[in-house]
């Protein structure tokens, strides 16, 4: 599928549009990312929404990251997950990172076995009923709300009324995450994408001073306008890597290694890759791993990404 750029007509007028352009923009915006998603075989998803969901999940992370003020940016988070040793616990940063890669990780529904899992991830050390009563709550919001943008910011409110003794920014941040999972579970869609967390601390949508949060009288318009901004940029992400992908496919059976094909796969489902993950996945050496990606920068399918002369990264 050709994706076609983002019509003008669907993208927030101004930062200061009122609620009704806020919420027709984010209703055009996720219909037409609605349609990518679907834009696979006999409608199923592309065979590159592994990777963008995961370099969604890299920008959610660092915006959450630069919230709890912590110092890694998004290519330190990148090298944290994709290069540190196997079954090395990930540092506080890291823990949000692999919170937002869950998206794309792992069968995902609003119940309370998967807010458990959240929860450790943010460290909150709430009490189990405690989750499961916000499980429940999750449910009757999806079941009540026929909107997902309704379903997205009650299921939001929930989170940050019934986490009220944990720490504020955590249960902020796992707000906006189940906003997001909420959100699918309304369209239909196989799995989450991050998309609040992407765009919540723009400086479009500041009022007064400060960014918008799920507890505000407001939240709904604010909820509104931000995935009105994070649909266009998820859409015109989906555009970038449909391209990227195409070409990798279009070279990969002129790849004479061992394993390419897995490595092709890799490509198309994460982020990024390095060299040693690639050897161990498709049982090829070091070496060889090397000359594959060689091979594939010289036929401009993928790029490197860290930029850095040793401990490369590569990806769409």
């Not at 939001?156 to 699918?184: F, G, H, Q």
């Not at 070496?287 to 490197?304: G, N, P, Q």
Request: hydrophobic fraction near 50%; aromatic fraction near 4%; proline fraction near 6%.
């Amino acid at each position: 599928m050709q994706i076609s750029a983002f019509p003008n007509w669907a993208r927030l007028p101004h930062a200061a549009a009122g609620a009704a352009d806020a919420a027709f923009c984010a209703g055009a915006g996720l219909a037409l990312l609605d349609r990518v998603l679907r834009s696979g075989e006999d409608g199923a998803e592309p065979l590159f929404a592994g990777v963008l969901r995961q370099r969604l999940a890299l920008k959610a992370a660092g915006t959450s990251v630069r919230l709890a003020r912590q110092r890694e940016d998004e290519a330190a988070l990148r090298d944290a997950e994709h290069l540190a040793p196997a079954g090395a616990p990930p540092s506080p940063a890291g823990r949000l990172h692999r919170l937002f890669r869950l998206f794309g990780a792992r069968p995902l529904r609003l119940e309370a076995e998967t807010l458990a899992l959240a929860a450790d991830l943010l460290e909150l050390r709430t009490a189990a009923p405690t989750l499961q009563g916000l499980a429940a709550a999750c449910q009757e919001i999806l079941a009540r709300n026929r909107s997902p943008l309704l379903a997205a910011a009650d299921v939001s409110r929930a989170a940050v009324t019934l986490l009220a003794d944990a720490a504020p920014l955590e249960a902020e941040i796992l707000a906006l995450w189940l906003a997001d999972l909420a959100l699918a579970q309304k369209l239909g869609w196989d799995a989450p994408v991050p998309l609040l967390g992407t765009t919540i601390a723009q400086p479009a949508l500041r009022r007064d001073g400060r960014r918008p949060r799920p507890g505000d009288a407001d939240w709904q318009n604010a909820l509104a306008a931000a995935y009105a901004l994070a649909a266009p940029e998820a859409h015109g992400l989906a555009g970038e890597l449909s391209r990227r992908a195409n070409k990798l496919l279009a070279v990969a059976p002129r790849l004479r290694a061992k394993g390419a094909a897995r490595v092709v796969a890799l490509l198309l489902a994460d982020d990024s890759l390095s060299p040693a993950r690639a050897a161990k996945a498709a049982r090829l050496s070091d070496r060889a791993a090397r000359r594959l990606f060689e091979r594939l920068i010289a036929l401009e399918a993928v790029h490197e990404l860290s930029g850095r002369p040793s401990f490369r990264l590569y990806g769409l």
